[in-house]
């Protein structure tokens, strides 16, 4: 079954979906989503051809349960429209946004290119999104339960939040609005935008420590995440792992867009107009060296979610066994379609066999024992 719907997406949708400019792909897909997801027949349909369950998939981490470790990753689902229908699709928890405070329409077009060859998208969106408000009053009116939800929060793209103070205040005042609603499993903060006004801003120890005091200071009662950037060599990324372990933080994702395009050995043309940071394969051996380090060096003082060019289950057991509990995708759902996510989940027990491995959570940081 998933051998014949990779050989339909790859041979149909994927051909016609790649001759749209990328955005209008991927907003055309959100709409369909969004209203496939309110048809309970539909999601039953897409429950039964897509999704694969094991209870060696199963895992509990801080207090949530993930039916197995593939999640969706942000910036797919920015406004929230698909939570109907990702659970559908075989994926075990999912992360909404990044929200902001204020609504931002995202940088000016075009703001996402694909590297086809490489297997990349080139993404300068710039936090676009239509502002906590509305997609938190969205995401109460949700209808699937026992699906965990991240919600990924970040600074709004305007001139006046570039400015220090003015930029903590505004996180702190969006994620006040998200926890007051009490939607979500878990948050994100997310620290490694690199599109923004200002550029990117609190992946300095020092300021990592301002934002991560004033959102300390009122209480949180749900696990917080930070979403950490891909370029950083060790000594720097290990400075904000302190960081973060001096105020508790419970995970790191581990990691955003790639930014060096001279290293990203691309097999396509990048025209210097074209504007943006990278994802998928150019991510994926930056994002599997930071994932070791960090489980290197602090074993189980952050629950590692690995992100960065997953294509296979092979890519995702990959970061298992380097350190992380769960993994995140986006691009790999984009080059190789919806049923990937289910594809990796049976090839994940597949390949715990292989390793006399009974539940995934065997599988976590094995390199390391
Ligand atoms: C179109 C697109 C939009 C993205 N937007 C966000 C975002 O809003 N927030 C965020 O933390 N990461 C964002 N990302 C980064 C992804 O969440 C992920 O970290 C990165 O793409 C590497 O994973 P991948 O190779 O599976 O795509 C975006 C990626 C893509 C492709």
Not at 49 to 77: C, E, H, T, W
Not at 106 to 116: A, Q, T
């Given at each position: ?20 400019d ?25 429950l039964?051809?897509?999704?694969y ?23 797919f ?81 305007c ?17 006040s609005?998200?926890?007051?609603s ?49 370029h950083?060599?060790?000594s ?5 792992c ?5 105020f508790?933080v ?19 043309y ?55 509990s ?16 289910g ?7 597949r ?19």
């Amino acid at each position: 079954m998933d051998s014949i719907f990779n050989f339909i997406y790859k041979r149909i949708f994927k051909q016609i979906f790649f001759l749209f400019d990328p955005e209008f792909a991927h907003d055309l897909v959100i709409y369909i989503g969004s209203i496939l997801g309110r048809f309970r027949f539909i999601t039953c349909i897409c429950l039964r051809m897509f999704s694969y369950k094991n209870k060696r998939l199963n895992q509990k981490i801080k207090n949530i349960s993930f039916s197995n470790p593939v999640g969706l990753s942000a910036g797919f689902d920015k406004d929230g429209d698909l939570v109907n229908i990702l659970p559908c699709i075989g994926f075990g928890f999912a992360q909404i946004g990044t929200i902001t405070n204020l609504p931002y329409g995202g940088n000016p077009k075009p703001r996402m290119y694909r590297l086809k060859k490489t297997k990349s998208i080139v993404v300068n969106y710039g936090l676009k999104n239509i502002g906590v408000e509305r997609i938190v009053s969205k995401l109460k009116k949700v209808k699937v339960k026992d699906f965990p939800l991240g919600i990924s929060i970040g600074r709004t793209n305007c001139k006046e939040a570039g400015e220090l103070d003015k930029g903590v205040r505004d996180y702190s005042e969006c994620l006040s609005k998200v926890i007051e609603s009490d939607v979500g499993n878990f948050y994100t903060i997310n620290i490694s935008c690199p599109n923004l006004h200002g550029g990117e801003p609190f992946t300095t120890p020092e300021k990592l420590r301002y934002l991560l005091k004033t959102l300390y200071s009122n209480p949180v009662s749900k696990p917080v995440f930070i979403k950490m950037p891909v370029h950083l060599k060790w000594s720097g990324f290990n400075e904000l792992c302190k960081v973060a372990d001096s105020f508790n933080v419970d995970g790191l994702i581990i990691a955003n867009l790639a930014k060096d395009r001279t290293s990203a050995n691309l097999k396509d043309y990048l025209p210097d107009h074209i504007k943006g940071h990278m994802s998928g394969m150019p991510t994926q051996s930056l994002s599997d060296e930071l994932i070791s380090k960090t489980y290197e060096n602090y074993k189980d003082t952050f629950v590692i979610v690995g992100v960065g060019g997953i294509f296979s289950a092979e890519d995702a057991y990959e970061k298992i066994k380097k350190g992380a509990s769960l993994v995140q995708l986006v691009t790999g759902i984009i080059f190789e379609g919806p049923q990937l996510v289910g594809q990796i989940n049976k090839g994940l027990v597949r390949l715990l066999d292989k390793d006399g491995f009974y539940n995934i959570s065997e599988a976590i940081g094995a390199y390391h024992k």
